[in-house]
């Protein structure tokens, strides 16, 4: 009743009185078309009671306004090599309280969701399920607006994915039980981006096309520059909770991201400008990378953050850096006031071979890890700085040097054996 005087309140029209009858036994997409049609020339929401609606192919114009009951309203997608909904270049779409049930019938090859929007302005999609998707459940093209406060599980593919967004949201959310990725902020080019991902849930994210990264990944960014993802909890991915690919100036703030398969944060690639601050990581083969300086990965901060149980068991062979890393970094970089618990290979790797470049590593507390830092001594590895940190229980050594992921040397704690390494100020204990 609540939500129908929200209704009432609007001046929306009731579906029924334009001849679209929840619970049909057959095919409503003809005259659910025609409902959003007729509504919308009057200026109207479209409100529809709780039932079933088996639909498939839906248009929405501009001024689109649908107003569903939560849970109880559900569109189920009817097949026929399409997909359920498509809206593309209008604006001031709405759509609240709709279940939208792909069923897992099979979405036709010129879309890739179940709902995909293209060149929308001012979308807003609120309180929906989006469920059984073969494909990915929403996609969105060069949109602005917000998905916000809803439910997306069982995509076969990622749950959410956006591309080219110009102002868009992505808040409040809980992405569940997808097979490739949760949510996607991808740009077929490198630009500016600014989506926002905040205080989403996004749970047991699987890797179905396998790869050593490009899927499994709770939170995606490829391509997109200004993206901040706040406030998140990530768990139980097969890869990344947060991976971040050539993204510049992006900002990953407080999350927690709990047993990732692989590394739970990643900056990596072609970016320029990371902030990497005051989140939780509790499992994962590498608790945060900032890497490819050799592709022009470069500045960051990285400060605050908690990290414990790291594994040295990953997805696959660790052919490169391997696994059971605290934090990796290789260039303009500071490391400020983490607390790294447990990383059984490294706490801190410093560098990669020759690709190092003003590292500050400094008051960071490190326990129990294979090696509490490793730093480069590789021939042309640039400056870096190891001061007041405390290094304690470190099997195999508090601060040593690596050529790669072989050491070549004793203990440098508080002494000077390389030019480029200003090391002094830790406290070290068993």
Not at 133 to 150: F, I, Q, T, Y
Not at 317 to 327: A, D, L, R, T, Y
Not at 392 to 413: D, F
Request: aromatic share 6%; hydrophobic share 35%; charged share 15%.
């Amino acid at each position: 009743m609540a939500q129908m005087k929200v209704a009432d309140l609007r001046g929306s029209i009731d579906s029924a009185d334009l001849g679209l009858l929840p619970n049909a036994s057959d095919d409503q997409t003809a005259q659910f078309q025609n409902a959003v049609n007729r509504a919308v020339d009057r200026g109207r929401a479209l409100f529809l009671p709780a039932g079933t609606y088996p639909v498939a192919n839906l248009r929405l114009p501009s001024g689109t306004l649908i107003v569903g009951v939560p849970g109880r309203t559900r569109l189920v997608y009817q097949g026929g090599g399409g997909q359920l909904i498509r809206a593309e270049g209008v604006s001031n779409i709405g759509i609240q309280g709709v279940t939208f049930d792909g069923a897992n019938r099979s979405i036709g090859d010129f879309t890739e969701g179940l709902l995909h929007f293209v060149g929308v302005r001012n979308l807003a999609i609120e309180n929906c399920d989006i469920a059984g998707s073969s494909k990915m459940g929403v996609v969105l093209d060069r949109c602005s607006g917000r998905v916000e406060n809803c439910r997306i599980y069982g995509a076969a593919e990622a749950g959410l994915r956006s591309n080219e967004a110009d102002g868009l949201a992505i808040t409040g959310n809980t992405i569940t039980d997808c097979a490739n990725g949760g949510i996607w902020v991808h740009r077929w080019r490198e630009g500016e981006d600014g989506t926002i991902v905040s205080g989403n849930r996004v749970e047991r994210i699987g890797a179905r096309y396998g790869g050593t990264g490009q899927f499994g990944n709770g939170i995606n960014v490829f391509r997109a520059h200004g993206v901040m993802i706040s406030n998140n909890r990530i768990t139980d991915c097969a890869f990344s909770a947060i991976r971040s690919n050539t993204g510049s100036n992006v900002q990953i703030l407080g999350n927690s991201c709990l047993r990732s398969g692989e590394c739970a944060i990643y900056s990596e690639f072609n970016f320029q400008g990371a902030v990497i601050a005051n989140n939780i990581v509790d499992g994962g083969t590498t608790g945060i990378s900032i890497a490819n300086f050799m592709d022009g990965g470069r500045m960051s901060v990285c400060s605050g953050n908690i990290i414990r149980n790291i594994s040295e068991d990953g997805p696959y062979p660790p052919e490169v850096s391997g696994f059971g890393i605290g934090i990796a970094a290789e260039a303009d970089t500071t490391l400020t006031g983490n607390v790294i618990e447990g990383a059984p290979k490294f706490g801190m790797l410093l560098g990669w071979g020759p690709y190092m470049r003003n590292i500050v590593a400094s008051q960071n507390i490190l326990r129990d890890c294979g090696t509490g830092i490793a730093v480069t001594v590789v021939d042309g590895a640039g400056p870096a700085a190891i001061t007041n940190n405390i290094v304690q229980g470190s099997e195999r050594g508090a601060i040593k040097g690596y050529r790669w992921l072989e050491p070549a040397t004793g203990e440098l704690n508080n002494s000077a054996r390389h030019a480029n390494l200003t090391i002094t100020g830790n406290q070290v204990s068993a």
